[in-house]
């Protein structure tokens, strides 16, 4: 059976602290196994934890004044959320829920600040985290402002294309993404994502299959967005 802290190993944030210091965090920690469907934390609640995922896959979300959900990324096993508000102590920006079924270990905000206070390794991965997170979000804003709906799909494979090997020619995204979450992703509507995969499709560019997406030509995908011209 895994232990707490080989989980937490799993974590980016864990995965080269000493064993024995890694042990003491996974005491700290509180652990849950949750179902698909169930809500981690909630768009403007309290800071009441950072979080940890062992296992699973989680989707972060923004509701919009009028109530329009905007999907904002999926994050799966290895990775960390929360952390912002556990920083600046304001409410939580966005909504998480557990796509599939989940382990997820989470600290106070409290003792989240004891880990880095005391590790100051690990206050440098985080500050490149962030700062990671700032270049994504910044690069889609560039998305949003000068792609059309079209190129922002081509966009959004090549994200969802982003574990592959590096020098790959094709690519399977597995499970094949559903038309409604690549429309929220990129704030548009499921017919218009189901339009340009058939046109993609035809081209001979993708191949829909059962269990997975798969993209025969990644160089050229990459070039759709690469040759756009915004003036």
Not at 30 to 57: I, N, R
Not at 184 to 199: N, Y
Request: aromatic share 4%; glycine share 6%.
């Amino acid at each position: 059976m895994t232990t707490h802290d080989e989980h937490l190993k799993k974590i980016e944030l864990f995965a080269e602290l000493p064993d024995e210091k890694r042990v003491q965090i996974a005491g700290r920690c509180t652990w849950k196994h949750l179902e698909p469907g169930t809500m981690v934390c909630s768009q403007e609640d309290p800071s009441e934890g950072v979080y940890f995922l062992a296992e699973g896959t989680v989707r972060a979300s923004i509701y919009s004044a009028s109530g329009k959900n905007v999907v904002f990324q999926d994050m799966h096993a290895g990775k960390m959320f929360g952390e912002i508000s556990a920083i600046d102590g304001s409410e939580r920006s966005a909504s998480v829920e557990a796509i599939t079924a989940c382990l997820v270990a989470s600290l106070s905000p409290r003792a989240f600040i004891e880990v880095l206070r005391q590790e100051s390794d690990l206050s440098l991965k985080v500050m490149r985290m962030l700062t990671g997170e700032i270049r994504r979000l910044s690069s889609r804003v560039v998305e949003f402002s000068t792609l059309s709906v079209q190129h922002r799909i081509h966009a959004e494979l090549l994200r969802l294309a982003g574990d592959g090997e590096p020098g790959d020619k094709e690519h399977s995204i597995r499970p094949a993404p559903k038309l409604s979450d690549i429309a929220d992703k990129i704030s548009t509507h499921r017919e218009a994502v189901s339009r340009e995969l058939s046109r993609l499709i035809k081209g001979g560019l993708l191949i829909r299959r059962s269990d997975c997406l798969h993209i025969t030509d990644l160089p050229k995908l990459e070039k759709l967005v690469s040759d756009i011209d915004f003036g």
